[in-house]
């Protein structure tokens, strides 16, 4: 069955190949409004296709959708994984060695291997989980008025930076001051 045109796939999601037309369709002809999936989630799954790849349907699945965030498919397994927010270099190689995987490329993972992935990377605090952990800590922080939270609602650096000369960033732009004339001078 051919797809509508006012279907617009998942970023994620390669269609396959248009059919070669005797004339080249008009420039409108394809385009539609953008489709967006914030605040939806997809938790759809696809059967694993001949070719390795994840697809239905003759499409091809790009990514691989897993605590929420899609990880790239041409990239190592480990360094994949890191694209999750929580899931850094040492996470990610304990993740595979808990697992018994094998760092292959992302997009030869079998469908069980992505399941028990899933899975496991469920068991950590990440993303929206861990974000909003951080930022309840340093509203605690702020509301019991200790150094550290004094810092953070100055909009000062936090863990004993110097701030005579630098952490701009923080601090805003330098105002500029007005020198102040000298005794001699306005005398004249």
Known sequence: MPLPLHFRPPPCVRSPAPLPSPRP??????RSAPVSTR?????????ASKK?????????????????????NHKRVEYSLQYIHGIGRSRSRQILLDLN?????????????VITLRKEVGKYMIEGD???FNRVAIERLKEIRCYRGIRHK????????????????????RASVAKKKSPASQDE
């Open 154 to 173: 100055l909009g000062l650096p936090v863990r004993g930076q110097r701030t005579k000369n630098n952490c701009r960033t923080l601090k805003g732009k």
């Open 52 to 72: 390795g790849g994840i697809g239905h349907g003759g499409l091809r699945i790009e990514c691989i959708r897993i605590g929420g965030v899609e990880i790239p």
């Open 25 to 30: 369709p008009h420039r409108n002809q394809y």
């Open 130 to 132: 861990l974000k909003r």
């Open 101 to 113: 995987f094998d760092n292959k490329i992302t997009k030869d993972l079998s469908e069980e291997e």
């Open 39 to 47: 605040g939806r989630s997809s938790s759809v799954s696809f059967p």
